[in-house]
T-cell receptor
Framework: EAQVTQNPRYLITVTGKKLTVTCSQN?????MSWYRQDPGLGLRQIYY???????DKGDVPEGYKVSRKEKRNFPLILESPSPNQTSLYFC??????????FGSGTRLTVV | KNQVEQSPQSLIILEGKNCTLQ??????????LRWYKQDTGRGPVSLTI?????NTKSNGRYTATLDADTKQSSLHITASQLSDSASYIC????????????FGKGTRLSVIA
């Protein structure tokens, strides 16, 4: 089944403790992207990647890092999480950079 | 400024009734417009894709319309079901730029028995 898989689905962590949210797609898509979704703000793009080793900032990149060492994986790294990064995170992939398939989401709480 | 405005913010309807969700945009250059359905706690799932030349497109009980002149789109849901309860997000895709997707904030639809 074609899908985007994120892990974990739920995560509670403490301020300052580094964490990684993994994302993997099995559709051989070149484009991958990370979004966060907050009440009243909708989906906002954090980082995106157009291919292996090609990444760029989205609208809200502060406090996040990404890497794209292989085509199928696009992990999101929070080096020093803060409470304002509590949010619902979505990874997505696309073959054309326009129509994205989304993962099921990771609900992150930073206390 | 590239923006997508959706209305209403939320809507409650009785099962079996029809409803229409609105999307107005000021995005350019326009490539296409997509409606997504997002169940609570899940990722958005694409319902329809509309290009500049398309006025109407249906997907089962969902019918999307697009007026590229007035920059308006609507999503009409016929004979609503309890499973239609979700957020519906309008996304306008630009034909250029590094971040081509412009998201609306969504309409939260609740269908009640």
């Amino acid at each position: 089944e074609a899908q985007v898989t994120q892990n974990p689905r739920y995560l509670i962590t403490v301020t300052g403790k580094k964490l990684t949210v993994t994302c993997s797609q099995n559709m051989n898509h070149e484009y991958m992207s990370w979004y966060r979704q907050d009440p009243g703000l909708g989906l906002r793009q954090i980082y995106y990647s157009m291919n292996v080793e090609v990444t760029d900032k989205g609208d809200v990149p502060e406090g996040y890092k990404v890497s794209r060492k292989e085509k199928r994986n696009f992990p999101l790294i929070l080096e020093s999480p803060s409470p304002n990064q509590t949010s619902l995170y979505f990874c997505a992939s696309s073959w054309d950079g326009y129509g994205y398939t989304f993962g099921s989401g990771t609900r992150l709480t930073v206390v | 400024k590239n923006q997508v405005e959706q209305s209403p913010q939320s809507l409650i309807i009785l099962e079996g009734k029809n409803c229409t969700l609105q999307c107005n945009y000021t995005v350019s250059p326009f490539s296409n417009l997509r409606w997504y359905k997002q169940d609570t706690g899940r990722g958005p799932v694409s319902l329809t894709i509309m290009t500049f030349s398309e006025n109407t497109k249906s997907n089962g009980r969902y019918t999307a319309t697009l007026d590229a002149d007035t920059k308006q789109s609507s999503l009409h849901i016929t004979a609503s079901q309890l499973s239609d309860s979700a957020s519906y997000i309008c996304v306008v895709i630009r034909n250029s730029g590094n971040t081509p997707l412009v998201f609306g904030k969504g309409t939260r639809l609740s269908v009640i028995a």
